[in-house]
């Protein structure tokens, strides 16, 4: 069965990305936010096996984010996406629970090779 995956992300067209790279690898996209308070409320709706979650966003960030889902769900799968130069953001992430962190911009490869490590 395909795993679900939520993206969360403020750019629509990174979303749209991220959509298309997983979809074709065979993945399934199982809701999108774009902001953490967005994406909070849609993974108690929707469970999905993994988020890949934005660092940078308005409303709340994805360390907010990666914190309450987390607070919420201890087994949660997270992925955080990164513009290159946050590095702290990403060690605060990995402390907080997430269980990898891509840079954008994304390299298709990578993306995957990151959700097949988590997920399978």
């Not at 890949?52 to 360390?63: H, Q, R, V």
């Given at each position: 069965m395909a795993k679900n995956i939520m993206i969360v992300d403020d750019a629509a067209f990174m979303r749209m990305m991220i959509k298309d790279i997983l979809t074709k690898n065979g993945y399934n996209v199982a809701g999108e936010a774009e902001n953490g308070q967005v994406a909070v409320a849609?993974?108690?709706?929707?469970?999905?096996?993994?988020?890949?979650?934005?660092?940078?966003?308005?409303?709340?960030?994805?360390?907010?984010?990666?914190k309450t889902i987390k607070a919420n769900d201890a087994g949660a799968k997270v992925i955080m996406c990164s513009a290159m130069g946050q590095q702290a953001m990403v060690i605060e992430a990995i402390q907080s629970g997430a269980k990898d962190f891509i840079v954008k911009p994304f390299q298709a490869e990578r993306v995957i090779e990151a959700v097949k490590k988590v997920i399978g």
């Open positions: 849609k993974y108690k709706e929707l469970s999905p096996d993994l988020v890949l979650m934005d660092i940078t966003m308005p409303e709340m960030d994805g360390l907010q984010a990666l």
